[in-house]
């Protein structure tokens, strides 16, 4: 069965700081990725994903994530931090063939500090 | 273009009393999704549509849960009789194509069961 882990619920940077939000992902066939973004009172959106493309994904607002099958990690990145970027992040996996599925991970609430 | 459409943001009712929630997806997606998510946690599927067939419902409880999609485009998700554990957010949304294309959501149903 497909999962993905999100460490870290809650995230704390300062305003120009980097972005580090942490994704482990398990899946028995090489998986779809994705990274959706969801700011107070309103539904998520797609970030970035992957698709076995480039292993380097540029996504909006300044964020890209890198896939490393070795480390089975899709974390997501941005090199500043701007107050705007306070939201909720969701990580998830697809699986690429078979029955398929996406499961979402718990979410990384990210907080940006001025 | 309009996005996926949910009615009503925010519900309170009595527990055992039924609830129903409406959708209307982005014109053309052929896939609709109902997702729960309670506070803290990742959206979970409840059920997922392709056109009007239910193909994955596996999640939806379905002694107290129903939904349909008749024609293939909006959906509604009825609930019956609620419980206090139904309390959450209820999220709907849609792709073009199955579960490996870009989801977009709507802003979600807030479910207050008392």
């Known amino acids: 069965a497909q999962s993905v882990t999100q460490l870290g619920s809650h995230v704390s940077v300062s305003e120009g700081a980097l972005v580090l939000l942490r994704c482990n992902y398990s899946?028995?066939?090489?998986?779809?990725l994705f990274w959706y973004v969801q700011y107070p009172n309103q539904g998520l959106q797609l970030l970035l994903k992957?698709?076995?493309?480039?292993?380097l994904v540029k996504g909006i607002n300044g964020f890209e994530a890198e896939f490393k099958k070795s480390e089975t990690s899709f974390h997501l990145t941005k090199p500043s931090a701007h107050m705007s970027d306070a939201a909720e992040y969701f990580c998830?996996?697809?699986?690429?063939?078979?029955?398929?599925?996406?499961?979402f991970g718990i979410g990384t609430k990210l907080q940006v500090i001025p | 273009e309009a996005g996926v459409v949910q009615s009503p943001r925010y519900k309170i009712i009595e527990k055992k009393q039924p609830v129903a929630f409406w959708c209307n997806p982005i014109?053309?997606?052929?896939?609709l999704y109902w997702y729960l998510q309670n506070l803290g946690q990742g959206p979970e599927l409840l059920i997922r549509?392709?056109?009007?067939?239910?193909?994955?419902d596996s999640q939806l409880p379905k002694d107290r849960f129903s939904a349909e999609r008749l024609k293939g485009v909006d959906s509604t998700l009825k609930i019956q009789p609620a419980e206090l554990g139904d309390s959450a957010v209820y999220l709907c949304?849609?792709?073009?194509?199955?579960?490996?294309?870009?989801?977009?959501f709507g802003p979600g149903t807030r479910l207050t069961v008392l």
């Open positions: 949304a849609s792709s073009l194509g199955g579960v490996r294309d870009t989801q977009y």
């Open positions: 899946s028995s066939v090489p998986p779809y």
């Open positions: 992957y698709t076995s493309a480039a292993t």
């Open positions: 998830a996996v697809c699986n690429s063939g078979g029955y398929q599925k996406v499961t």
């Open positions: 014109s053309g997606h052929n896939t």
């Open positions: 549509y392709e056109n009007e067939e239910a193909v994955d």
